[in-house]
C-alpha cells in the first residue's frame, strides 16, 4: 500500500485545507457488510464493534491514541524496509479529512486519514514520505486504514488503524523482536511457562542492555516447566521426529 504515489502525496509534508495534523485522536472501527452497498449500515457497524479484535486480524474496536504516545504495528505492510508485525514507533501525528468532527453523521469524517509514525527501525533508503532537510522525519511513516473481514462472521468487515498501544508487551508477544533496549518482570507463574524466560531474555543483543525490574525467580521455578503435560508431550514429539529423520537417512544412504 506504500508505492510512488502515497510518498508523493505526503512527501512535502504540506497542510492544506483537507490536510491537518493534530495532536490526538479516537479511532473507532468502523464496520460493514459487503452486499453491494458502499455505506454504513448501523446494524453491521454495532455488530463488528461488539466483535473481539481478535475476529479481525488484532484490529482494535476502539484505538485512542495521541502524539507520542508509543504503539506496535500489527500487520505487515512492506516487510523489506521494515514495516510488519511488531514494528516499534512513536505518533508523531494526524492527517484530518475536511470537515472532521468525532461526532459527523460521516464515519469517514469521524477519524484521521492516516497517523503519523516514527518507526524505530525502517530501511526506507532513500524514499522519504516528508521529503527536507528536517532528519527526524526520515523515518515517518503515515500508516493507513485497514480493511480485515471477520474469522466467523460472514461478509462483515472492520476498518481500523494496524496498530495498539506498546508502552509495554507482553513476553509472547515481544518473541522474534530485536529490541535496543528492554526493562523486564517476570514474576513467578510466568517463570514456569515453557520457554518463557529464553524468550524474555534474548530480545536484546547485550546483557548490559536488559534490566529486570524485580529479582528472578528461584532456578527450582524455572525448572518446574518440564514437568508440566504440555513441555513432555512436546519432547515426546521432538524424539519421534528425530527418530524420522535417522532412519530417513539410513534409508536412502546418508
Known sequence: ?????E????????RGSHEQLAAAAVCPAAGSTHSGNQGLARPAEEAAQALD???????????????????LLTHNLWVEVGLMNGALGVVRGFVLPEGFDP???????????????????VRLGNRRFFPGDDARRARWVPIFHENIYSNTEDKLTRKQFPLIIAWALTHWKAQGMSL????LRL?????????????????????????FETDLPPWEVFMEAQWKPAFRA???????????????????GY
Not at 7 to 14: C, E, L, S, V
Not at 180 to 183: E, F, K, Q, V
Not at 191 to 203: D, E, K, Q
Request: charged share 30%; net charge positive.
Open 180 to 183: 535496543r533496549r528492554a526493562r
Open 53 to 71: 479484535s481478535d475476529e479481525f486480524g488484532g484490529l482494535a474496536t476502539i484505538l485512542q491514541l495521541c502524539v507520542g504516545a508509543r504503539v
Open 187 to 211: 514474576g513467578e507463574r510466568i517463570a514456569a511457562s515453557p520457554g518463557i524466560g529464553f524468550t524474555s531474555c534474548s530480545r536484546v543483543k547485550h546483557p548490559s542492555h536488559l534490566l
Open 234 to 252: 512436546r519432547r515426546r514429539m521432538e524424539l519421534r521426529l528425530r527418530a524420522r529423520a535417522s532412519w530417513t537417512l539410513r534409508k536412502y
Open 7 to 14: 510518498a508523493k502525496a505526503f512527501g512535502g509534508g504540506r
Open 1 to 5: 500500500p506504500y508505492g510512488h504515489e
Open 103 to 121: 461526532n459527523h453523521k460521516d464515519p469517514a469524517r469521524r477519524v484521521p486519514m492516516c497517523v503519523i509514525v516514527e518507526f524505530d527501525e
